[in-house]
């Protein structure tokens, strides 16, 4: 499934479309595959999504920040008991 945040593809970061790769939101395990089945991914450069500091792998702040937005797209179309019963827990 496609992402449910990003509506162009391009880093979701900086924009560029060079060196893309997809970043699960929720990674590990059960997440990286209950992100590729609802779509909880953003396209990341291969330096946003791993190199730089801001990067989600390295930087808590902009992690949590992806699942936020992640929650808040979800719970445009599905109830927060449905989100929790996915994830197991509450970003907002
Ligand atoms: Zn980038
Ligand atoms: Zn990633």
Redesign the pocket.
């Known amino acids: 499934m496609k992402s449910i945040i990003q509506k162009s593809r391009g880093c979701y970061f900086c924009g560029t479309t060079k060196n893309l ?1 997809e ?2 939101i929720f ?1 590990g395990n059960p997440g990286r595959r209950i992100s590729e089945k609802n779509g909880f991914k953003v396209y ?1 450069c291969d330096q946003c ?2 190199i730089r500091e801001s990067s ?2 390295r930087n808590r702040k902009n992690d949590l920040m992806l699942k936020e937005l992640c929650q808040k797209e979800y719970e445009k179309t599905h109830t927060r008991e449905e989100f929790m019963e996915l994830v197991g827990r509450n970003y907002l």
């Open positions: 790769e970043h699960h990674f990341l999504h791993r989600p792998h």
